[in-house]
Every structure is written in C-alpha cells, then in structure tokens.
C-alpha cells in the first residue's frame, strides 16, 4: 500500500483488494444496527425522517433527512440506546452511482510473525473485538467495532495500515449497486457478451459475467494466450500495449512476422481481440485484457509436422492458453499419432509441467463432433447416406472444445454438438456450412427454412480498407470460431488469479463453474433436442452450459488457500540503502541466504524504496532455483515512494514460489528501465512460512 490513507484523509479512503478507493459523502442519508426491530418505531419519532428503508438483507436500515438536519440526526442515532453502530451513507468517486453502507465488521490479516498478545494490543484501543477467526488465510480475524470506538470503520481500517504489522485491513461494506468495472473502449458497450446490453436480439443475461471477473482479475501480461490462426493485424491499436505481444511467429513464411497476406486472411484479429482486446480506452476489450498475446501464423495446412511445430512454439515461448478457432475441412478427420502427442505434450508438459490449456472451437456444421448422421439434401449431393463426423482435436481429452449459443441464449444453429463439447459461449446465430477440400465452404442440408436470430460479435478487424468491415471493427464476427477465444480469455483470467492451476483443473473450473442455459426447441435442421442437461449435468448442445468467468474466477482464488499449512516462519531481512542505477536493465540484485529446510507453503515480500518517478521502475523476487517473479511492473506512474506488502493474494505470481524449497538465496531485483530519473532501494524483508 504505498498512500496508507492517502492525500483525502483517512475518513474517504476504502481500503479494498489492495487498492484504495476514493470515496465522497452522501449529504442526507445515514444508516443505523438496531438492538431489535421493535426498535424502529420509537427510533422514527425520535429523527422524524423524510424516507426510511432497510439495507443489507435487513441488516441496517437507511435514514432520509433533510442535509441541513444530518449532523443533529445521526448524533442522536449514536447517543440512542435503541442503536448499536450509525455511519454515514458514501458514494464511489469514480462510480457515484455505486453507494456504500458501512457494518460495524472489519477484516484484519496480520504479519505471520504477529502473536496473539500484540494483535490485542493492536486492536483493543481501537474499540475492536474479534468476532471469528478467518478460516483459509493465516493469523486473519473478523472484528466487530464496538461502542467504544471513537472513530468509524473506514477510519480505523486506515490507521490499521499504517502499522507494519498489518498486511491488509477492510472494513466489510454493503454496496447498493454492483461495483463491476467498466472499460472506456468506447465499443464495449456494444458487446453484449461480455456486459448486459438492452436490445431485442439479446436477453439481458446473454453475457458472460465478465464485468464482475475483472473485479477479481483483468488478467495480467505473465499469462500469455497463444491463438493459431491465419494471420493477424499486428498495427491495431487493441493488439497492441507495453509487453502485449509475446513471442511472434510465423509458420508459413518462417519468420516472426504474423501479418496477414490475402485480402481474406481477417480470421485472426478477430479471434484475438476477443480473447485478449487490449483495454485503452480505444474501440473493443478482449475477455482477458490485461494478458499478453502470442500470434502464430498458421501454414494453412494440417499435417504432423505443422501440428508440432505450432505447439511446441507455444509451449517453448511460455503460453499458458493455446485457442485454436479452426478445425480440418473433413467430415472424418481422426488425429494421428504425433498430432495426438503433439496435444497431449503441450496440455501436459507446458508451463513447467501444469500443462498448457488448449482450447478448439467444436465446428460450424450443425453436427456432432463425433457420432453418425444419416445426410440429405445436401447442395450437389456433397454428401448423403449415413455419415460418421469427427474432428479429432475436438475430441482429443486434453482439449476443451467449446460451441457456441446465441444472445438469445439458444443454440446457434450452426453449432457443432456432442458428448466432448466441454462449454458454450456466445457467438452470432446462422446457418450451418461446412468447409471440404473439392467443393469449398458450403452450407448443409438439410435446409433450415425458419429464421435463426441473434446479434453478431463486435471485435476487431483489420485496418485500413481490408477486413471484414471498412473500419478497424466488426459487429458481424461469428461461429464457434468466436466462442472459442472467449473461453480462452476466461480461461487467462483463471491463470492470472491462480497461476498454480494444471490445465485438467482449468477445464474442471470452467465445466463447475458454468451456466446451465437450456433450450427445449427442436434443432431447425434436424430435429432433435439436445438444448437440457442429463444426470452427469452434461448437455450436447452446451457442454456442462455456458462459460462464467466470474464464478470461474471467483473458483481459482478459492483454491489458492486450500490444504495451506505451515509448521515453522522464516524471516530475512535486508535494510542496506542501495542506489538504483538509471536506465540499467540489469538494475541490482540483493540477495540473502536462507538455511532453513523445507518447503515453502506462503510467503510475503515487503519492499521499500524512493525514485523520482517509479514508473520506471520494475521489481522481482529471485527464487533460489534462479526463476525470477515480477513483483511491481511500470504501474506506478509519477510516485515517488513503494512501500509494499507483496503477498499470494494481491500478486498471483508469487503460488509460483508455493511448493519449492526454501534453502538457497533469495534475491530482490531492482531495474530502472528508462532515462532521466533515479532512486533507491531501502529495504526488502521475506517472510517465508516452511512446511
């Protein structure tokens, strides 16, 4: 926390996931916990309110006055022996819509070296008493503020983090409306899957939820999605960002150039900008913004060898998620064995052995991604009698295929289906086709005579006169081709919460985690009803139903703290000024020794420095195996004091520390990374809590 209660006092600062939220008064409201609800009458005639109205389930109950009578009114609140806890009512700064209600709760997390005497000295002139031990997170308690406190929940959530002993103190609020964030890209409102947007083609909860995820996560640039595809417009401006792109390449022009050649080659901008669309207040955002981007540039064939090298590529380069919205232009195509290797090394062996998460769309024809159709009707006869589908990397089990439903959360029509569909997610609604090799992309039979509605994907599209569009986005982008990068940008928000995460458990999260969606009508081309879920909770359609990323993300945090026990502390400690040499990549590394054995289930790093303007600064902490973990990047613009707590909640990177060994040197990294200013390094402390 580097404003510890910041330049707007301490009494309109919400301390709140680590991060500070500016506050503001509402000038005729307060609240009150009453001792009992027969309270209330006698409560009324003794205020004479304008309005009055329970908050918070019943919990507290709001009082309207005039503004000039609010000081006269909550007083006599206070003084009431009918009240147990009255606070005013505030408002969010940047969200005044969004109101906020105090309790008379507060959660604390002390330092893990901090003993159960001195939390008592710590709270107990403050007027707070513990109410419950918080199960999950060591030496953290729920505290109830008492009559005796003189100051309100905010203010003594602030005090509290001024002392080095607390790591995080958060009063428990109420709020009126749902605090979601919300991009500037001045498209965003338009796509509807990722936010409820009122329109006639869409029903309000289409969307994905993942306003509420990016109140968790908007993922973060060490996670990095790798999407195959035919070429991608490197020059668009949501493509683009400080450590946005990673690891380029190009397969079929052998270089690290992945532009796109032909006046068709639109397909991969699309599907990038839906998975990770950059968040600058410019045209789109992707579902995971804040992760980075790895283009591969496809050959345009899918023999052994091109499979190999696109997924040894990703894995090689460091991709956590790998979205493939593409799928062979055959009925029957069962993998071979090195494509089937291929895969399976990638989901297994990838990221340091957790595996790479790899995702595929199920296909666009209206048939079953494995499974018999009897076929009619087909334009030129392209196919008829009875007809075995597969798409082997469909039904490859390291993948989760995804197909596709509509704003009006129906199946799209086009939408491939079957007992391997592991989720659905949006996409546009329309007919099905099929590409094969001698008659090209054509529609199947037989035909759909009944309208099919539903709104496109707003994403990106190529500059300039290319594309899909005349302009740099495209509101018509579909298929399971779009469906796909969506799961994989909830699948980077995943990782990006819980990096420890195996690819099997990722899949697992997003099957758990989804949104049973059902359609009881009749396919339009075939007839049959597969739009409900059986007893395994699985439905042919939808999957285990349509991607969450809220509660998928909500599901990883979860997990961070299960099974975490230590039996001892380790604490080292480094308080030796040392000056940060400008524009020095390399920067400095302070390194201490620890020999105590074991393995390390939690750590917490606090570092302290001065620079004339830490934007240019980066900080990581230095395992002893020599892996390096990004701690602080060039987020804190023109502040010129750190002072930081860096723990496995606010730095998700740091569960990459969680299971090694402690013995060896540890080392802090300092780097300035651009010219003009200087500083220094005051201090860094480890705590380590070994098993």
């Known amino acids: 926390m580097t404003n510890r209660g910041g330049q707007f006092g301490p009494g309109l600062i919400l301390q709140r996931g680590g991060e ?49 009578r609010l000081e006269d009114a909550l007083t006599a609140a206070r003084q009431s ?23 008379d709760q507060i959660t604390v997390q002390f330092a893990p070296t901090v003993m159960a005497a001195q939390r008592q000295a710590i709270v107990a002139p403050l007027g707070l008493a513990i109410s419950q031990t918080l199960a999950g997170i060591p030496n953290t308690f729920v505290y109830r503020v008492t ?104 397969l079929k022009a052998q270089d690290a150039v992945p532009l796109p050649d032909g006046t068709t080659d639109n397909h991969g901008t699309a599907c990038a900008g839906l998975a990770i669309g950059e968040e600058n207040a410019s045209g789109i955002v992707g579902v995971a913004p804040g992760c980075g981007l790895m283009p591969i540039r496809m050959t345009g064939f899918l023999d052994d060898t091109a499979i190999e090298d696109m997924f040894r590529w990703a894995v090689q380069q460091g991709a956590a998620v790998i979205s493939c919205s593409w799928s062979p232009a055959a009925i029957k195509y069962p993998l071979s064995l090195r494509q089937r290797l291929a895969l399976t090394q990638a989901a297994t062996q990838g990221r340091d052995g957790k595996g790479c998460v790899i995702v595929f ?61 592991a989720v ?9 086709t099929v590409s094969l090799p001698e008659t090209g992309s054509i529609k199947t039979g037989p035909p759909i005579t009944t309208a099919t509605p ?64 059902t359609d009881t009508t009749p396919d339009p081309q075939l007839g049959t009803r597969y739009g409900t879920y059986d ?66 289930q939690d750590l917490i790093v606090h570092v302290t420095l001065q620079h004339d303007y830490l934007g240019d600064i980066e900080v990581s902490l230095q395992l002893p195996s020599g892996q390096a973990l990004l701690l602080q990047g060039r987020t804190l613009g023109n502040q010129q004091q750190l002072d930081d707590h860096y723990t496995v909640q606010n730095t998700p990177i740091l569960i990459e520390a969680i299971g090694s060994a402690a013995t060896g040197e540890w080392g802090l990294r300092v780097s300035d990374r651009a010219p003009g200013h200087t500083g220094q390094l005051l201090s860094w402390h480890l705590t380590l809590a070994v098993q």
């Open 535 to 600: 007893q395994q909770g699985h439905s042919q359609w939808f999957g285990y139903g349509r991607v969450n990323a809220y509660r998928a993300v909500r599901e990883a945090k979860r997990r961070l703290w299960q099974g975490r026990t230590y039996t001892r502390m380790v604490e080292i400690k480094d308080e030796v000024t040392t000056p940060i040499p400008d524009n020095q990549p390399l920067g400095i590394t302070r390194t201490q020794p620890v020999r105590t054995p074991g393995i390390v």
């Open 147 to 250: 009559s005796q406190a003189s100051e309100n929940p905010l203010k003594i959530a602030n005090r509290l983090m001024r002392l080095t002993e607390v790591l995080t103190a958060e009063p428990n609020v109420v709020m009126a409306t749902a605090p979601q964030y919300r991009p500037t890209d001045p498209l965003f409102r338009q796509q509807w899957h990722l936010t409820s947007v009122v329109s006639a083609l869409v029903k309000p909860n289409a969307h994905i939820s993942a306003e509420a995820a990016w109140d968790l996560t908007r993922g973060t640039r060490s996670i990095v999605v790798a999407v195959c595809d035919d070429g991608f417009d490197l020059t668009h401006p949501d493509l683009q960002g400080l450590g946005k792109i990673v690891a380029p390449k190009d």
């Open 81 to 103: 022996a009918r009240v147990q806890f009255a606070s005013r009512v505030y408002r969010l700064v940047a969200s005044p819509r969004t109101w906020i209600y105090l309790t």
């Open 20 to 68: 500070e939220l500016l506050l503001s008064r509402v000038g005729d409201r307060f609240t009150t916990r009453l001792t009992a609800p027969t309270s209330l009458d006698e409560l009324r005639s003794l205020i004479t309110p304008l309005a009055v109205r329970p908050v918070a389930q019943g919990q507290l109950v709001e009082w309207q006055v005039n503004p000039e």
């Open 361 to 421: 769309s199920a296909g666009n024809a209206n048939r079953p991604v494995h499974g018999t159709v009897t076929e009619r009707d087909w334009p030129r006869n392209a196919v008829r009698g009875r007809t075995e589908w597969l798409s082997g990397f469909a039904v490859h089990p390291d993948v989760i295929t995804v197909s596709a439903c509509t704003s009006l959360n129906g199946k799209s029509a086009y939408s491939n289906w079957g007992r391997d569909v």
């Open 454 to 517: 539903g709104r496109g994907m707003v994403t990106s599209d190529r500059t300039g006169t290319a594309g899909y569009d005349r302009d740099a986005y495209t509101n018509t982008f579909g298929g399971t081709s779009s469906a796909c990068p969506e799961v994989a940008g909830v699948a980077a928000l995943v990782l990006s919460a819980n990096p420890s995460l195996t690819a099997r458990e990722v899949k697992q999260i997003l099957q758990q985690t989804a949104d049973k969606i």
């Open 424 to 432: 659905a997610a949006p996409s546009n609604n329309g007919h099905p």
